[in-house]
């Protein structure tokens, strides 16, 4: 909120000024059944998908607003464990496939908790090229594969 405000000073025009802000989250609402969060969240991903940077666990700028929607859906779906999973095609060396689709999860396992999010209930896994969605021998379908999915516990 500090870093916030500072900011809503700085961009103000010549001559304005302000004293007082209040800078507050909304609540989180009504909380859904736990048996209604998974075809929520795969709602949320038939929108969009989590980018990450090329071979990397940093998440791409352009997934926050699904980010965001995910953050607001971990909160209502507040009575259910869910675990967070990473995934990748299959170019490449296997091994480091594990290790890259687990970091991808707990990065948004981090967002989430930047975000407020109480993580005593949210998991990450990695799975690596495992468990395929689609054929790793296109473009197209290594990019299905490379994906994070939620699964409501």
């Known amino acids: ?61 352009e997934s926050a607003a ?20 990473g995934h990748t095609d299959s170019s490449g060396h296997a091994d480091r496939h594990m290790g890259l689709s687990l970091r991808r999860a707990r990065a948004v396992l981090r967002y989430f908790a930047a975000a407020g999010i109480n993580t005593s209930r949210v998991s990450t896994a990695g799975y690596g090229d495992t468990r395929p969605v689609a054929s790793n021998d296109t473009e197209e379908g290594r990019a299905q594969n490379r994906r994070i999915e939620f699964l409501v516990k």
């Open 1 to 61: 909120a500090a870093r916030i405000r500072a900011l809503f000073g700085d961009v103000l025009p010549a001559g304005f000024k302000y004293t007082q802000t209040t800078i507050a989250t909304a609540p989180p609402g009504a909380p859904i059944e736990p048996g209604h969060c998974q075809s929520q969240f795969d709602t949320v991903l038939g929108r969009g998908h989590v980018l990450f940077d090329t071979a990397s666990a940093s998440i791409s700028t």
């Open 66 to 85: 699904i980010l965001d929607r995910l953050v607001d859906l971990v909160q209502k779906c507040r009575n259910a464990d869910i675990e967070v999973s």
